[in-house]
Structure formats: structure tokens, C-alpha cells
């Protein structure tokens, strides 16, 4: 069993964030094994990770006409570009092997996608810890009704956001390979933290 927050932003790379990677190492409940870096459009990860215990992958946030989508396993971007569609965004995610995970669907935060959700070619549904449970339960139906996973993430932008979902997966996890795999065998889930 692997326990990771999926949705974590870092100043140095977000200008929404102002969590450094020292704040996280600081503070990181230990329930987790890993974490999973998600700027928006923002893939090189920085080199230094000062954990010995937890692991930390990369993946980016995506905007689109919609709402954001979380694409992990991927090696290039699209260009930044306002009104991209969706459809676009997760064709070019699957094409490169990765996943497309719908980011809070439902939210009075955010852009979200709402019951578009149920148009997509997801490949899992986050629960994002910065939103209220009705929206956690509007995200698990929609989950439920289209047979995907749920991925948990706190979609921290500073410490008080840290620790509050993260996702359960079934086996150990040792790459991002490892996470594609899971999910698309549904052998994960979004937990509270």
C-alpha cells in the first residue's frame, strides 16, 4: 500500500503558491509515502528533494474552457493558450501514455467542470481537500457513475492546506508508471488524511 497527496503546488514554480519545498518537507504528515507535484503548466521538476523517506513525482495542472485537468505521465505540454478544449487537453495527455484526471469537478472555487465531467475520456476523478464534502460527494458520484477512480489531493498553495486527502493505492508505488498503471486499473482511491 502506497499513500500519496496528488495535487501539491510549490511557490518556486507556482506564483499562486507560496509553499516552499522546505515547508513541505516540515510538514507533511507522515501518513503519506509520497507526494506528486502539480504546477500549472509546469513540468521540469527541480532536482533538490530533501526527503529520504517520501518520494516526490511530478505531473501539471492544465486549464481548458472547463475547468483543469491533473495530467500525469506525460513528457511534453501543449502551448498555454486560453479556451483550450478538453477534448484536446486529454487526447494529447492519452498520446503521450498519461492519465487525465478531472481536477475539482464540482467547486465554488475553482473552474470546474460540473456534469461536463460526464462527457470526458477521464481516467480518474480527483477529491480535492481545499472544497467542502458536498463537493466531494457530487466528485464520488460522478466517479461512481462513470467507473473511474477517485484520486485524493489537498491542491495545497501553503501549509494550512496540507494534509487533507490523499489517494490509497492497493500496491506499492515506485514511479509514475506505477501510478498510470494503478489507476488505470482502478486499484486506487481518494482517502481523507
Known sequence: MTIIDMHIHLKYRSSCSNLSIDDLYNNLSRSFDA??????WKLSPKKYNPFHD??????????CKLGDILAYGIKSLLPKKKNIDAEKIIEFIHKQGGIAVCAHPYTNRHE???????????????????LDKKFHLLAEKAAYTLD????GGSDAHSIRQLNTFGTKFEKPINSITDIIKA???????????
Open 148 to 151: 473511474i477512480p477517485t484520486l
Open 112 to 130: 470546474g467542470f460540473g456534469d461536463y465531467v460526464y462527457e470526458h475520456e477521464f481516467d480518474g476523478i480527483e477529491i480535492n481537500g481545499a
Open 54 to 63: 517520501v518520494k516526490m513525482f511530478y505531473g501539471a495542472e492544465i486549464s
Open 183 to 193: 489507476v488505470k486499473n482502478k486499484e486506487c482511491k481518494a482517502i481523507k488524511i
Open 35 to 40: 507526494v506528486c507535484i502539480t504546477d500549472h
